[in-house]
Nanobody, 124 residues
Framework: QVHLMESGGGTVQAGGSLRLSCAASGYTYSSHCMGWFRQAPGKEREAVSYINYNSGTTDYADSVKGRFTISRDNAKSTLYLQMNSLKLEDTAMYYC?????????????????WGQGTLVTVSS
């Protein structure tokens, strides 16, 4: 049974940092690309970041470039998102997702497995 579990969310002041984790099980993690998505209250879910199966390629939404860093540890079947310089507009539920070869990486329907999400709240 496939399982993706996000953790690391919480409340942080603007300008602060958080590190999200996503523990994967039940499928061949190392052969799947991974993505982070987020959904803010009252808004549609949006793509945040992407990493390919061997960490050779990463990509980011313009809104988080230079502030967020995606990484993965295939030995631990875990995905990470380091979030620095957090802004109020980063407040959202953050989801990790797994895909074979998503094209484009931002397309939600390219991802076959999803976690339940972890809430990030940035306060002023």
């Amino acid at each position: 049974q496939v399982h993706l579990m996000e953790s690391g969310g919480g409340t942080v002041q603007a300008g602060g940092s958080l590190r999200l984790s996503c523990a994967a099980s039940g499928y061949t993690y190392s052969s799947h690309c991974m993505g982070w998505f987020r959904q803010a209250p009252g808004k549609e879910r949006e793509a945040v970041s992407y990493i390919n199966y061997n960490s050779g390629t990463t990509d980011y939404a313009d809104s988080v470039k230079g502030r967020f860093t995606i990484s993965r540890d295939n030995a631990k079947s875990t995905l990470y998102l380091q979030m620095n310089s957090l802004k109020l507009e980063d407040t959202a539920m953050y989801y990790c997702a797994a895909a074979g070869d998503p094209r484009p990486w931002t397309a939600e329907n390219e991802y076959r497995y999803w976690g339940q999400g972890t809430l990030v709240t940035v306060s002023s």
